[in-house]
């Protein structure tokens, strides 16, 4: 019999919805029934790619002894973390405290009033490895909340105490944005990170490092700094040649698992592609990589053609695992992606087979499980018919599109779809495909129709055209606010930036402390035990971060100064954490390389159908300089009024001309996309 997950609109909740395990909804009502029983809560928190995940279930949710046990003495509340990242960045930082790591599954025993008092991951169904099984813990909570109730309860006031007396923003306390020299000393730090063997920073496993990414080229742009390009080349060359990135149908993997790139945890998530494809374009934009090219296409395309859904916005993630093709209907982790020289045989032939698989790097030993290889590009294969490539890539594909496909988590999430448009809008632009900007504006669209009420209000999620029950947290508003904005400089349709302007107001009033310091959460939120609050990145751009750089494009565009003062304001963040922690404030740096270029005004004024305009406008979108805004639009229209920067642009002698302005001083126009082309190269102390 279904449990309450069977009306959710989460796929990962779904998946959950023929436990035996008398699963709840984080909901008030779960923990009601917590106190009328006198029973603590159990929650689980996952995500529907997540492979261990899937492995808990399996051994543990679906057994019905356990489940038995946990329906007698629990109330297990069930949680997608893509759903709701607030209860979930609250409960990891009680996990990471307690125990020094975290991950997912996400398992915490607490107590009706949800202030924890236990905490952990992956429990196997028998120990080992010096863990206790599920059942022992399950056992050990039990006799503990029976017999010594006085003392879990003081361990729980204790945490949750703890939670809620922290303060990132005191700790992280300083007074100004970043200045050059802070970021100067964010690029050093990083260098002594740096792989110089296999690009990338630290060790395994090893996380694509996009946002980083995007403040090397940024540093690079605006310092001329060889070192910071040099290493941004690096990574983006060794993850191109490495497992994580798929050689036959693009995109990326989650992580690598090694510090080669060579073998990937197989999931693929939206966020990862949309920001590798727009670090990809951007490197592309800087140095001319045809290698950038390829991927940033390959990226874009993928995107479209496995994550698009039917109401034009793009699903969460791929996962992992997928049916073996065996029969017996067993999943494993990556079964959809690896290969085996017979199998390359077998779809090749004796010849192209051999070449192949020297090409991909599959050999007889394997470089994965049971002789299976994650395909790459290894080095010292040597010239290549480029011809021949095509063919074995295309009848591998063919050939591949025959296994069973991974499972799709195919709801909505707005940030994520965000990051979409913006990387999909640029990469159509910069590559001229119209195509991939008509996606991207699908996906805005989507984002206006479904996501976003009458007062500017966003909804987390939404599947199947229908909007879910979470509100949208700050990497939401940022994140599409920063999409938006990104469309609107390619298409020159006004429009998205009175839409991001909406949303940003809200940030303003909604997500602001009185010292500027950002929340992930809205001031009428549901509270929980603390109300988080964290300007680090992770996967994704901090909401904090993503905030300051929408907050400083907006206000750039717009002429907004109290939009700028909250962007300059949100960065002091940055400062404290540039030399001490610059992996993981990438984006902040970035976005504080923008903040030092000014960042650049560029207004493009003529017939959107003239050549010359068109021709103006490509030259500002591909213009290097750290965070630009581009404007777009005839003189004397409707766009002028909400874009502050096309106002009082005339034509120069009736012909289309450009603009660039920097810090309230203005250049003389152009209507040379050459000479532009020129002045947006020059970089800046």
Known sequence: MPNRLAHA??????????????????????????????????????????????VLAHESFEDEATAAFMNEHFVAVKVDREERPDVDAVYMEAVQ??????????????????????????????????????????EGVRSAWAERRGEVEEVAGRIAADLAGRSLAASLSASAPPGPGDLAGALMALTRDFDAVHGGFGGAPKFPP???????????????????????????????????????GGGFARYAVDA?????????????????????????????????????????????????????????????DSDDGSGSGRHA???????????????????????????????????????????????????????????????LLAARDERPRPGRDDKIVAS???????????????????????????????????????????????????????????????NVAEGFLALASVTGEGVWVDFAGFLLDTVLVQFRA??????DTAADAEALIRRPQDPTDNATPSGWTAAAGALLSYGALTGSAPHREAAEQALAVVTALAGRAPRFIGWGLAVAEAALDGPREIAVVGPPDDAATRALHRAALLGNTPGAVVALGAPDTDDAGAVALLRDRPLVDGAPAAYVCRRFVCERPTTDPDELSGRLRGTVG
């Open 9 to 54: 609109t989460s796929p990962y909740l779904l998946q959950h919805a023929d436990n035996p395990v008398d699963w709840w909804p984080w909901e008030a009502a779960a923990f009601e029934e917590a106190r009328r029983r006198d029973v603590p809560v159990f929650l689980s928190v996952g995500y529907s790619a997540c492979h261990w995940c899937h």
């Open 97 to 138: 405290a307690a125990t020094g790591q975290g991950g997912w599954p996400m398992s915490v025993f607490m107590t009706p009033d949800g202030e924890p008092f236990y905490f952990g991951t992956y429990f196997p169904p028998e120990p080992r490895h010096g863990m206790p099984s599920f059942r022992q813990v399950l």
């Open 210 to 248: 996009a946002m980083v990414l995007e403040f090397l080229l940024r540093h690079h742009a605006r310092t001329d700094s060889e070192a910071a390009v040099e290493m941004a080349e690096a990574t983006c060359e060794a993850m191109a040649r490495g497992g994580i990135h798929d050689q036959l």
């Open 260 to 320: 080669t790139w060579t073998v990937p945890h197989f999931e693929k998530m939206l966020y990862d592609n949309a920001l590798l494809c727009r670090v990809y374009a951007h490197l592309w934009r800087a140095t001319g990589s045809r290698t950038a090219r390829r991927v940033a296409l390959a990226t874009a395309d993928f995107m479209v053609r496995e994550l698009r859904t039917v109401q034009g916005g793009f699903a969460s993630a791929l996962d992992a």
């Open 333 to 395: 982790e990556g079964a959809y992606y690896v290969w085996t020289p017979e199998q390359v045989r077998e779809v090749l032939g004796e010849e192209d087979g051999a070449f192949a698989a020297a090409y991909f790097g599959v050999t007889e030993e394997g470089t994965f499980e049971e002789g299976a290889s994650v395909l790459q590009l290894p080095d010292g294969v040597g010239p290549v018919d480029a011809e021949r490539v095509r063919s074995v890539r295309e009848r």
């Open 416 to 478: 994520w779809n965000g990051l979409a448009v913006a990387a999909l809008a640029e990469t159509g632009a910069y590559f001229d495909r119209p195509d991939l900007v008509q996606a991207a504006t699908d996906a805005a669209d989507l984002l206006v129709r479904v996501h976003m009420d009458g007062q500017a209000r966003l909804h987390r999620t939404s599947r199947d055209g229908v909007p879910g029950d979470n509100s949208g947290v700050l990497e939401d508003y940022a």
């Open 514 to 519: 009185e010292d500027g310091s950002l929340y």
